[in-house]
């Protein structure tokens, strides 16, 4: 450590570029992580809330709410306990004469079942008639008010807002929470429809009858459309971002400890163990990605403060604790690579140059 | 007792026709308070007699005794320890470490050595004679090569070895300081007790010595 914080106080300038390079890295990788948890969350925060463990959609539905319709027939064997809610999903846009259009998911629920008893009004109460709606706080930011009549798909129906919700958005779209009834005059025409799905908070629940279907929780999300594409094309570039940080220190350690070898020799000659200046080399490594690091993090929690509400940017702890142990083990990795060379520092060569 | 002797030393390079013999049945010896000069042109073997005296490589055959014990097969860890704590050098180009300042050159010492290092009062002492008390937070680069001669010496002899091993320590110094180096190791040997070594082609330092030798294509011959 002696070594390596003496050296780095004198090589300012060329310690200071690494410095800068590990906290662009850094801060790309802590950038990246939040949109990709920002946006994954605005796929699955309805089902977060709702605490999903199991659902029950149509077979043929290819695992998608949205194309799911249970029937009369498909739910005629079902026991509905406290952990259970019957749901029915549609992609509706809501128009009104004063507001701007906005996309966004109907969910019709049941008033006795748990979706709704567990609804977290930021504004207003719950809805307790057919067109009554409670809807996302994204409603709110667009300029929404309580009161506010929404039409749904250019319905003559017009359904009123008396709540605001929040951690309510499906698929990336806000919520519509209202009643199953609504849900079905919006699938206008549909005979015997009776839900999309059914929701279980129970693990153990499964119910197969007719078209019904089972599935865990996490295989429905790993469904949604383009959820899986779009994480693991996040995780490919965060993936690709610490192998990039990964080479770019071996690199620059390894020019650096190549440019130190006479000095390396010397300090052999002088009885200096190679333990410590492989200790000097890895601690150099350790303290250029913590500085770089902090700095990448003080500069995301800006750029998280200034950042608008609309950009799905999700700056967790998670986050900070896995970029800032990922970048240190690619620190430590990269460091290593030089150890090597240093380990063959021979002695001898510090004598007649 | 001698600190330091050698014995038959041979040193072979290479094998077959590639083979060369660098030393040649080497014998010396040097006591406490001796400065001895190992005088020779370049490529008549002072640099490896000084790297296998100074325990950085093994000898092909023949006995290296440091205070009495024999180094020749001692691990390379043994070897470090030995270098650390009983031989100082100070080599050719003065060889400081460049973004430690004199006095932190003397602290990376105490981070790998613990005790037994030069106490404060004895190391003002030495910095003091040799000129340099002043310069202890400047960098090598900040020195001239007068100056950074001295500190190197400092450096050297701040673990408090027995033997300082110098090689070609006035090889970039004009004929006014190369009589203040010599002065300066006879001083060293004597005030502090050591076997100092100086290996050189530089005959202005011959004056300086209990003991010259004379290398010659891997042969040793004691002249003085």
């Known amino acids: ?353 | 007792m001698a600190v330091i002797e050698l014995k038959n030393v041979q040193k072979v390079y290479g094998t077959g026709a590639a083979e060369v013999q660098a030393l040649k049945q080497i014998d010396f010896k040097a006591n406490e308070g001796e400065v001895v000069l190992i005088m020779g042109p370049s490529g008549a073997g002072k640099s490896t007699f000084l790297t296998i005296a100074g325990s950085l490589q093994k000898p092909t055959s023949g006995q290296v005794y440091i205070n009495g014990e024999d180094i020749a097969n001692i691990s390379a860890k043994q070897s470090n320890a030995l270098r650390l704590n009983q031989i100082g050098f100070v080599l050719q180009a003065y060889n400081l470490i460049p973004f430690l300042t004199v006095k932190e050159q003397f602290e990376l010492v105490d981070h790998v050595k613990k005790q037994g290092n030069l106490n404060q009062a004895t190391m003002d002492k030495l910095l003091e004679q040799l000129g340099i008390t002043g310069l202890v937070n400047k960098y090598p680069s900040e020195l001239s090569g007068g100056q950074q001669q001295r500190a190197a010496i400092a450096r050297a002899l701040y673990a408090n070895p027995k033997i300082l091993l110098a090689d070609e320590p006035t090889a970039s110094l004009d004929s006014k300081n190369v009589d203040e180096v010599g002065q300066l190791f006879k001083k060293l040997a004597q005030n502090y007790q050591k076997a100092v070594i100086l290996v050189t082609h530089d005959p202005r330092l011959e004056k300086y010595a209990d003991h010259i030798y004379e290398m010659m294509d891997g042969e040793m011959i004691k002249k003085q």
């Open chain 1, 1 to 353: 450590m002696f070594l390596a914080i003496k050296e780095i106080k004198r090589e300012k300038l060329r310690y200071g570029l690494i410095i800068l390079m590990i906290f662009l890295i850094s801060y790309l990788i802590f950038i990246l992580s939040s949109l990709a948890v920002g946006l994954a969350s605005e796929n699955t925060q309805a089902i977060e809330s709702w605490d999903a463990k199991q659902v029950v959609l149509n077979k043929n539905a290819n695992v998608s709410m949205s194309q799911s319709l249970l029937t009369k027939d498909d739910l005629s064997k079902t026991k509905l306990t406290k952990n259970e809610a019957l749901l029915g999903q549609t992609l509706v846009v809501a128009k009104n004469s004063n507001r701007p259009q906005v996309s966004a998911q109907f969910i019709g629920v049941k008033k006795d079942q748990f979706i709704y008893d567990d609804q977290e009004l930021i504004a207003g109460r719950k809805a307790k008639k057919d067109r009554e709606v409670v809807v996302d706080q994204a409603f709110q930011t667009k300029g929404y008010k309580l009161g506010d009549k929404l039409e749904l798909n250019g319905s003559a129906n017009k359904y009123r807002i008396v709540g605001f919700v929040k951690n309510a958005k499906i698929n990336i779209a806000p919520i519509i929470y209202g009643s199953l009834a609504s849900w079905r005059k919006l699938r206008q025409g549909m005979p015997n429809i009776k839900a999309s799905a059914i929701i279980s908070r129970n693990a153990n629940y499964n119910y197969n009858h007719a078209n019904s279907k089972t599935y865990p929780i996490a295989q429905f999300i790993k469904k949604l459309p383009g959820y899986t594409a779009q994480n693991m094309t996040f995780q490919l570039m965060i993936g690709f971002l610490f192998v990039i940080s990964l080479i770019i220190i071996a690199v620059f350690l390894y020019i650096l400890t190549m440019q130190k070898m006479h000095n390396f020799a010397v300090m052999r000659a002088q009885g200096i163990p190679s333990r410590t200046l492989v200790a000097a080399t890895v601690s150099q490594s350790v303290i250029l990605v913590v500085v770089g690091v902090i700095i990448g993090l003080a500069a995301m929690w800006l750029t998280a403060k200034v950042l608008p509400a609309a950009v799905p940017m999700s700056f967790t702890p998670q986050i900070i604790l896995s970029g800032t142990c990922g970048m240190l083990l690619t620190g430590i990795i990269g460091s290593l690579i030089p150890v090597r060379s240093i380990l063959k520092v021979d002695p001898a060569k510090a004598i007649g140059e």
